[in-house]
């Protein structure tokens, strides 16, 4: 079974600190893919990064880091120096190959709240 | 290109009746998926179209329904509704040109549907 776990609900940062949202995931599959996503207010969910299951390399994009560890089935995400706009609830998921059943699966989110 | 974007935005219904919400792709996406996020459960999964045919379904009843015309466009139906079924209706959009790989789902805004 698939299943993403982000066990930190909601977290609070003073502006310009840097945080780290955790997710970690079980599947038995060898081929997955890994996402992150932003949901800020407005609520649409906004695509934020893709990985698949054959490439760990850590990515950076400005201010934002993945560290993808699949011996600890682990896919975290860093904000280096937070900002307001930070703010939102980011979710994790898995997904599976097209010719799989179910395929999206999602965490419970973390809310994070960035104090100006 | 234009996002997905989703009709109505917001809707009000009573217990009992019935409801359509509609979902237009990315242009050139062929599959549509749909979720439903509540506070309590998170981002649920209901069902995957793809080329008019529903290739995947979540583990909801059956008053939920949906389908997908030929221009990618689809529409879901919740029948004989419950207080229970207020949430927030995501609409996911993915290119799926592979067939095999999983492609990055893109949502649009949401329909926040309240049950009376």
């Known amino acids: 079974a698939q299943k993403v776990t982000q066990a930190q609900t909601e977290i609070s940062v003073v502006e310009k600190e840097d945080v780290t949202l955790d997710c970690v995931y079980e599947?038995?599959?060898?081929?997955?893919?890994l996402f992150w996503y932003k949901q800020p207010p407005s609520g649409e969910l906004v695509f934020l990064i893709r990985?698949?299951?054959?490439?760990?390399q850590n990515e950076i994009s400005g201010r934002y880091s993945w560290n993808f560890q699949k011996s600890t089935s682990s896919f975290n995400f860093t904000i280096t120096a937070s900002q307001v706009v930070d703010s939102a609830v980011y979710f994790c998921?898995?997904?599976?190959?097209?010719?799989?059943?179910?395929?999206?699966?999602f965490g419970t989110g973390t809310s994070l709240t960035v104090i100006p | 290109k234009a996002g997905v974007t989703q009709t109505p935005r917001y809707l009000i219904k009573t217990r009992g009746q019935q409801v359509t919400l509609s979902c237009s792709p990315i242009?050139?996406?062929?599959?549509v998926s749909w979720y439903q996020q509540t506070p309590g459960q998170g981002l649920q999964f209901l069902f995957e179209?793809?080329?008019?045919?529903?290739?995947n379904k979540g583990n909801f009843p059956g008053r939920f329904s949906g389908r997908q015309f030929s221009n990618s466009r689809s529409e879901m139906n919740v029948s004989t509704l419950e207080l229970g079924d207020s949430a927030l209706y995501l609409c996911?959009?993915?290119?799926?040109?592979?067939?095999?790989?999983?492609?990055?789902?893109?949502f649009g805004p949401g329909t926040r549907l309240t049950v009376l």
């Open positions: 179209y793809f080329s008019e045919t529903q290739r």
């Open positions: 242009s050139g996406h062929r599959s």
């Open positions: 998921a898995l997904s599976r190959p097209a010719n799989t059943g179910n395929q999206f699966y």
């Open positions: 996911a959009s993915s290119a799926e040109t592979s067939g095999r790989a999983r492609d990055t789902q893109y």
């Open positions: 990985r698949n299951s054959f490439d760990e």
């Open positions: 599947t038995r599959d060898t081929t997955y893919y």
